[in-house]
């Protein structure tokens, strides 16, 4: 299959924070080369492991993001290992870098360094971009959800526990999100002007943009958020739409408008489950008045909470939807795997992995684009892997030479 | 790209980088309106299709209206009863039409501008055979389409993908849906927080014992609309690569479990769960273990009466040290509870007690400031206010661009576009379109018709 970045030959620079662009480049058909410290990318250290054991070639989350690129290990604090870097960067398309402002340019290799290469696309998905008075600021995913505003919508309707950042990540793939549509944007420039250019991308920028209503709500009425359990944080405080289900789990029971069919549907579901109460009332048949009285009351919604109540989650899932009622059931992630649906969907990938002599069902790339093509081709890199492959066919080094190298330990 | 735009037409965007690109936007809600969105920073021209006679959701409802204890329906000329949207319980304050000389119209919702500023607006009735022949001229027009209605919709008006790869080989079409266009469920309706849930997202986010925080907005409308934007963009670089259009079946949920491929991997290998006792684990952190990692509570409270809130992690060894000098309290460097990662790991309560004690008669900026100064990660927890009204950072990034709409107020703030690129600067257009500004220079000039033609749309309420 091709992917909508082959033929393209990247230089990733190994930092937590830029990984997933380049997982997306890679799985696109991209080359991408990750460069590594001599003590292996970050992304190795953190875990979770194959069997809990430590290990930067078991690293779970980095098999996740890192899938299809090649590991070439260079202590790029050192001269000889610049000059290398500068090298494959002067045959490269893309160069993806995450180091804190001013530290490539220490080591000559700024975007100015490396510019005689018209046609390279040089992106730097920072903290905080290259400029500003919190530049330097140290940042690491959860404080971006603190700073960018999602913690101050997100977390329970006591005002006094803590506000809640999502685990996993999450201010990083919205930086990278970005910085890849810029690089793409790029690309699309480039076919026509065969020329390159430099891209800056702050995760504190497309995390602040990154809050739905909050902004808008702020600046138009002045008002602040409060958070609530499970759903949207709002201006004025609302009744519940997380709710539990007879077998322990939670529905959200997203607001919608109820037509007729729809309601006619839930009323015999819940007649079924005998716990329609008031709203037998003929007045509730008035879609204007059951609407209001949903949107602002108690009735609607304390029979829906019943419903759910007595209910099994899936089973309430599905009847609902079968209804044209789009409440979601609270999956785990590792649920996905047993519904038939993305399997029929083929959203699985199966990877081999050597390591632990079986191959693993990986999640597909966002989208399903034949064309696009972005999905795992292989598994991540072990650290170092390709750093022989790179030095001897793309660099044109003799043995000799990487040896000198490693033996001085700028490779490994 | 686009062929056949008439030698004198007056494109009425400004261009830039993708000048050339029109895509057909038939999106609503919020998922759908970003992927176009955000190719009008770099000049392409997007033609936003709402019903003739009514007008998208986003315009007067939507996020922020005031919400009012009595909602009252109201009815449009020549549609349906609407509400407001119901997932933000909010209501029209009034119609969207002027009911009488002088009566403010409202067509612009502030919302409304975020989603769609840079855009063009046009009126169409896609349920008459006619209107859906110029559904067919306008895709043989563009080099894209987006929708994000349900699965039935675009097949019921003829345009399969088969229908739509006819009628222009070159265009990319993206359908953004809950749960895809094929499949037992792709008649499931979703809207972010749907797929929220039924990802595991919202699962990944709470205190150990309680209930799912989830996300309090939707998390997969906004991120879910960057990723389609991404995809409409991968799109179009591919069809210019071969000249050939192709369709992009995205469906939300499955877009944010690629966003959980960690999880997804421990589960595989290690059996390990998300739905477990221990997770989500708050604000701390697990992969890696680290601590101190948490919010910590400060001196004050918000307008609403919640507290204000810094978050603190240190990584390193050094960052610890350095708290500890801060905090006062350098004897913890050696106190066997907290000298090693792992020790501080495991009696991470009671460091987290002393670092709230100290931090809690202290402003949160200030915490910020000073942990920052010593090498420390910390982080307010800030609000909408404190980013639009305060950050310095966002400040000089000009992240907040002023838009001017007379129809909602004038000058505002907006959320601007974070990429910043140095031969080919993307921009932010000026406000939202109004209702069916562009009807003239899409039907007139880039379909070509008479004046008396498209006079004789409107009689017939075609447009």
Redesign the interface.
């Known amino acids: 299959m091709s992917g ?1 970045y082959e033929g393209l030959t990247v230089v990733e620079l190994a930092d937590r924070r830029n990984q ?1 662009a380049g997982k997306l480049l890679s799985d ?1 058909g991209a080359r991408v080369i990750q460069i590594e410290p001599i003590g292996g990318s970050p992304g190795r ?4 492991f ?3 054991k430590v290990d930067p070639d078991r690293c ?2 980095y ?3 890192n899938t299809g690129k090649q590991s070439v290990v260079l202590d790029v604090e050192r001269k000889p290992a610049q000059d290398l870097l500068k090298k494959l960067l002067s045959k490269a398309d893309i160069f993806l870098e995450s180091t804190p402002p001013g530290t490539l340019a220490k080591l000559d290799l700024d ?1 100015a360094a490396v510019a005689d290469n018209k046609a390279l696309i040089y992106a730097s998905l920072t903290d ?2 290259q ?5 330097d ?4 995913d ?3 959800l ?11 309707s006591d ?12 201010s990083w ?2 930086g990278c ?6 690089i ?6 480039r ?1 026509t ?1 065969g ?1 390159g ?6 995760i ?3 995390c ?14 002045g ?14 405080r ?1 009744p519940p ?2 709710l ?1 289900t007879a077998d322990g789990k ?3 029971a ?4 109820f037509g007729p069919r729809v309601w006619e549907n839930l009323i015999k579901w819940m007649d079924e489950k005998g716990v329609t109460g008031e709203l037998h009332d003929p007045k509730y048949q008035n ?2 008045f059951r ?2 009285e ?3 009351g108690n009735v609607v919604r304390d029979a829906i909470a019943r419903l759910i109540a007595a209910n099994n989650g899936e089973e309430c899932f599905h009847r609902a ?1 079968s209804y ?14 047993d519904i ?3 399997q ?2 083929n ?1 699985w990938r199966s990877i081999e992995h050597p390591e ?1 002599g079986r191959t ?13 093509g ?1 999905e795992p081709r292989r598994r991540a890199p072990h650290l170092g892997e390709h750093t022989r492959q790179v030095l001897t066919q793309d660099l044109g080094m003799s043995d000799n030479e990487i040896a000198v190298l490693a033996g001085s330990g700028v490779i490994r | 790209m686009s062929a056949n735009i008439p030698v004198n037409a007056k494109i009425p965007v400004r261009p830039g ?2 000048s050339g690109i029109r895509v057909l936007d038939f999106t609503w809600k ?1 998922v759908g309106p970003w992927a176009p969105r ?1 190719l009008t920073h ?1 000049g392409a021209e997007v033609i936003h299709v709402e019903r003739a006679g009514g007008y998208d959701d986003h315009r007067v409802n939507a ?2 209206s ?2 009012s ?5 109201i009815r449009l000329p020549g549609t349906k ?1 609407v ?2 949207d ?4 909010t ?1 029209r304050e009034e119609p969207a039409v002027a009911q009488s000389p002088g009566e403010k119209k409202l067509y612009a919702a ?2 409304f501008n ?1 989603l769609h500023n840079g855009k063009l607006a046009i009126s169409l009735n896609t349920k008459d055979p006619e209107g859906r022949k110029i559904v067919d001229q306008l895709i043989g027009k563009c080099d894209a389409l987006v929708e994000n209605f349900s699965a039935e919709v675009l097949p019921s008006w003829g345009l399969t993908w088969e229908r739509i790869h006819e009628l222009n080989p070159r265009l990319v079409y ?1 359908s953004a849906s ?3 266009h ?4 792709k ?5 972010g ?15 150990p014992g ?10 997969l ?3 879910g609309g ?6 409409l ?6 069809a ?3 000249g ?1 259009g ?6 939300v949920t ?2 944010a ?14 059996g ?4 477990r006792p221990d ?5 701390r ?5 680290v601590a101190p ?3 910590y ?1 400060c001196a004050g409270k ?6 204000w ?3 603190i ?1 240190c ?1 390193t060894q050094a ?1 610890f040290e350095s708290l500890c000098g801060l905090i006062g309290q350098p004897n913890l460097v050696s106190d066997p509870r907290f000298a090693t990662n792992e020790a501080r790991v495991a009696n991470q309560d009671e460091l987290d007690a002393i670092i709230g004690r100290w931090t809690r008669a202290r402003r949160r900026y200030d915490i910020m400031r000073k942990c ?1 100064t010593a ?14 009204e305060y ?4 400040q ?2 000009e ?2 661009p002023i838009i001017n709409n007379p129809e ?2 004038g000058d ?5 576009y ?7 600067p ?1 921009f932010v257009h000026g406000r939202a379109p109004t209702l069916a500004e562009h009807n003239q220079y899409v039907y007139g000039e880039l379909l070509g018709m008479s004046a008396t033609e498209i006079a004789g749309l409107r009689e017939r309420g075609i447009i």
């Open positions: 909508v997933w696109g250290w953190c875990g979770p194959v069997d809990d779970l989350d098999w996740w993001y975007y905080f971009g400029d500003g008075p919190w530049r600021y140290q940042m690491n959860a404080s971006h603190a700073l960018g505003g999602q913690m101050s919508s997100t977390g329970y005002p006094a526990v803590t506000p809640i950042g999502g685990q996993g990540h999450q793939h919205m999100a970005f910085v890849l549509h810029g793409t944007v790029a690309l699309f420039d076919m002007s020329e250019q430099y891209i800056d991308v702050a504190h920028d497309v602040a943009i990154g809050t739905e209503a909050a902004v808008p709500q702020w600046t138009y009425y008002s602040t958020m409060h958070r609530q359990t499970g759903m949207h944080a709002n201006a004025k609302q739409l997380q539990p939670y529905m959200i997203v607001m919608q408008n879609e204007a609407m209001s949903y949107r602002t939807q044209g009622i789009s409440w979601g059931l609270v999956h785990a992630a590792e649920e996905n795997y038939p649906h993305y029929q969907r959203y632990i693993i069902p990986y999640p597909r790339g966002p989208v399903a684009c034949d064309a696009i972005i | 980088v993708l919020t955000l770099y996020t922020p005031t919400v204890d009595n909602p009252q329906p009863k509400y407001s119901p997932q933000f319980n209501v502030p919302y975020t993206m809950g749960f895809g094929t499949g037992e469920w008649g499931y309706r979703s809207f927080p749907t797929a929220q849930a039924q990802s595991g997202m919202s699962l990944a986010s709470g205190l309680k209930p799912p925080a989830g996300w309090g907005f939707s998390y409308d906004v991120m960057w990723m389609g934007g991404l995809a963009i991968q799109g179009l670089l591919k210019k690569q071969t050939k192709c369709y992009i079946d995205y469906s499955e877009g479990m690629s966003m959980l491929g960690t999880y997804m991997l421990d589960y595989q290998v290690n390990r769960r998300t739905r997770f989500p684990p708050g604000n952190s697990i992969f890696p273990a990692h948490n919010t509570r918000d307008r609403n009466g919640q507290d809130w810094v978050f992690a990584e960052q920052q090498g420390i990660i910390a982080a307010v927890v800030q609000s909408a206010e404190d980013r639009v950050d310095p950072q966002l000089h990034r992240m907040h909602v107020g505002f703030p907006y959320e601007g974070p990429v910043k690129l140095s031969r080919t993307a």
